[in-house]
């Protein structure tokens, strides 16, 4: 199974509300990852967590918060977005962080901030 | 620094025709290659990757990509596009920062 899963598939939320993204594998992946992507674009990197643990944070503002409960589950929180923040939210994962090991990408979750 | 440079923005094909997608990389050392496929509002599906040995690599959907070191390309092809190829493309390149760095895309258009 080399199956990522993304829920929701589609969010609109105002920027005052609190909402969380979630990425499901079952690969045994130890590094999962989230990306933004924006049309027309390719995907940004926003995070990566290696054996449960945050190694990568590029920079996000703290309006999105991740979190990784156990090896399978990856979680965005999401509070006080900006309209800017609309774009789709792209989690992967792959065997271990190293750059020769691919990624496999989920179907995504298209937010829309009103 | 690494980078990846698709210098086909959007590229047109008729069906039943071939296909090369153009990739040029930079990174001093050997370079971890991929190509990913995305659908509209879709997720990026892998198609193939080039670690070290046989530069001709083969992926899924029929496609292949050639790895030319003295040129620094990692160009994709396909002998014969289907409609269903219609997609965005992405080549990507892995290296020292234990990051995919992505090209800017590719968007294939095919005509009947």
């Avoid at chain 1, 995070?47 to 590029?58: D, G, P």
């Avoid at chain 2, 959007?10 to 496929?37: D, K, M, Q």
Wanted: include cysteine; proline fraction near 6%; charge should be positive.
């Amino acid at each position: 199974d080399t199956e990522v899963t993304q829920t929701p598939k589609h969010l609109v939320m105002g920027m005052t509300n609190k909402k969380s993204l979630k990425c499901e594998q079952h690969m045994g992946h130890r590094a999962m990852y989230w990306y933004k992507q924006k049309a027309k674009k390719p995907p940004e990197l926003m995070f990566v967590y290696s054996y449960e643990k945050l190694s990568i944070n590029e920079s996000v503002p703290s309006r999105f918060s991740p979190e990784c409960p156990n090896s399978s589950l990856l979680n965005l929180h999401l509070h006080a977005l900006q309209p800017e923040d609309s774009a789709l939210y792209l989690c992967a994962s792959s065997q271990v962080i190293l750059s020769r090991n691919e990624q496999y990408f989920g179907p995504g979750t298209r937010l829309t901030v009103t | 620094a690494q980078s990846v440079t698709q210098p086909d923005i959007h590229i047109t094909v008729s069906e039943g025709a071939s296909l090369e997608l153009r990739c040029n990389y930079s990174y001093g050392a050997t370079p971890y290659l991929f190509w990913y496929v995305q659908s509209p509002g879709q997720g990026l599906q892998l198609l193939l990757k080039y670690f070290s040995g046989d530069t001709l690599v083969q992926g899924i959907k029929g496609f292949e990509a050639e790895f030319k070191r003295s040129q620094s390309s990692f160009n994709l092809r396909k002998p014969s596009v289907h409609w269903s190829d219609a997609a965005e493309y992405f080549c990507a390149v892995g290296g020292a920062t234990n990051k995919l760095i992505f090209g800017t895309g590719t968007l294939l258009a095919v005509q009947p």
